[in-house]
């Protein structure tokens, strides 16, 4: 192990800026279609919902604007995007790549802590689907992605790849009815085992199996 990849592995997370915690709500609040597609946001309404304070929710939506989960409209103002189902699978196909490269980034450059807090989250997620609790489900999805990619230290990837995930997250809890919350735990353990493990190989396969779950759910919508 070289001298760079010892100290990049002891650079703990960085705690969350108040933007940060406004983004993840409105992601929540996006995904689970609490704020449904093509609904106006109103900035005044969004404080009243989500208690955060206006200057943390103007950066939060500028983030949202320029990755595509809200969109500037001509005299209509900002409004949620469209659930675009005909462009999902190539979105997936673009996911698995950058996925692929994170979780191989990951299982080199994890610390021991971000490998126990992987698993955590999966197994989280695994108690949730057995439980059927979507909402506890979906929290500890989103936990999930923010440690590995913490893990990754590649910030353009995980840039990039940032609002493929959300955008399938929303896919995923707007056809609910056709998945399968169980199998969906179980590949997103199989994806953190593999990670934790430490194995950039496996962490790959890991990974492909998950997409794969998710292209599977998405061609079943389309095809239907």
């Known amino acids: 192990m070289t001298k760079t990849e010892t100290s990049r592995r002891t650079v703990p997370a960085p705690k969350l800026r108040a933007a940060d915690i406004a983004y993840d709500t409105l992601e929540n609040l996006i995904v689970t279609l609490q704020i449904q597609p093509g609904a106006p946001v109103v900035e005044a309404d969004l404080v009243e919902m989500t208690g955060h304070g206006r200057t943390p929710l103007r950066e939060a939506l500028v983030r949202m604007t320029s990755n595509g989960l809200i969109k500037q409209m001509p005299r209509r103002g900002l409004i949620v995007s469209d659930i675009e189902a005909a462009e999902h699978l190539t979105l997936i196909e673009t996911r698995r790549v950058l996925d692929q490269l994170i979780a191989q980034?990951?299982?080199r450059l994890a610390t021991p802590q971000?490998?126990?807090?992987?698993?955590?989250?999966?197994?989280?997620?695994?108690?949730?689907?057995?439980?059927?609790?979507?909402?506890?489900?979906?929290?500890?999805?989103?936990?999930?992605?923010?440690?590995?990619?913490?893990?990754?230290?590649?910030?353009?990837?995980?840039?990039?790849?940032?609002?493929?995930?959300?955008?399938?997250?929303?896919?995923?809890?707007?056809?609910?009815?056709?998945?399968?919350?169980?199998?969906?735990?179980?590949?997103?353990?199989?994806?953190?085992?593999?990670?934790?493990?430490?194995?950039?190989?496996?962490?790959?396969?890991?990974?492909?199996?998950?997409?794969?779950?998710?292209?599977?759910?998405?061609?079943?919508?389309?095809?239907?």
Not at 121 to 130: E, G, L, N, W
């Open 105 to 107: 980034s990951a299982a």
């Open 114 to 224: 971000q490998r126990k807090d992987l698993l955590t989250c999966a197994k989280r997620m695994v108690a949730a689907a057995k439980k059927d609790d979507l909402g506890a489900y979906m929290q500890a999805d989103q936990e999930l992605d923010h440690v590995v990619h913490a893990a990754c230290r590649n910030p353009s990837a995980v840039t990039a790849v940032i609002p493929l995930i959300i955008k399938c997250r929303r896919f995923w809890y707007a056809f609910q009815h056709e998945g399968d919350i169980v199998e969906g735990a179980k590949c997103h353990m199989l994806m953190a085992s593999s990670v934790a493990e430490g194995d950039p190989k496996n962490a790959a396969k890991g990974t492909n199996a998950l997409i794969d779950y998710l292209e599977l759910f998405a061609r079943k919508i389309i095809d239907n």
